[in-house]
């Protein structure tokens, strides 16, 4: 074997072998942060089911505009597809063996959204159990009831205040 072919040979088997002691870290040890709930389903796609398994933390840092949340949302919308997508979404989660933190972090809207649509929200969310960590967080100025939701296996938390902002002339 000529030199060149060796070290060639070499640096492949040195690459994925590093690659592959990299990818129980990658996964197990990172906080996997989506803006919007449906990239957990695009996510789930496109990655190994075994490194989906090996997932520990989830952060949703969602502005929540879908309709069945949004009242006064003017996007099209697809009767009752938005509602099996996030029930989509909640089963994938439900299906995440190593899975052991989630963290939801809801935006603050202009509008108050009916208890209905968070009974609604919350829904697919309670079958998921077992976890170390599991918290909505609501806007630092919620004033909604959750009472609905205290027996849910996720716990409610209080946002915090964004610091104002000093204009210095």
């Not at 509602?83 to 933190?101: N, R, S």
């Amino acid at each position: 074997m000529c030199k060149y072919c060796f070290n060639e040979v070499w640096r492949r088997e040195l690459t994925g072998s590093r690659y592959s002691e990299a990818i129980p870290i990658l996964y197990s040890r990172n906080v996997f942060h989506f803006y919007d709930p449906g990239d957990i389903r695009h996510f789930s796609r496109s990655i190994l089911p075994q490194r989906l398994n090996a997932v520990h933390s989830i952060l949703i840092d969602w502005e929540r505009p879908f309709s069945i949340f949004n009242r006064d949302n003017r996007g099209p919308k697809f009767g009752l597809e938005e509602l099996k997508l996030w029930c989509e979404t909640w089963a994938i989660i439900g299906k995440m063996e190593g899975l052991t933190e989630i963290t939801v972090m809801l935006k603050t809207h202009q509008f108050e959204v009916p208890k209905e649509r968070r009974i609604k929200m919350c829904r697919p969310m309670m079958d998921i159990r077992g976890l170390k960590t599991y918290e909505l967080v609501v806007p630092w100025d919620d004033t909604m009831d959750w009472g609905f939701a205290e027996k849910a296996p996720f716990r409610i938390v209080r946002g915090v205040k964004p610091e104002e902002r000093v204009n210095i002339v």
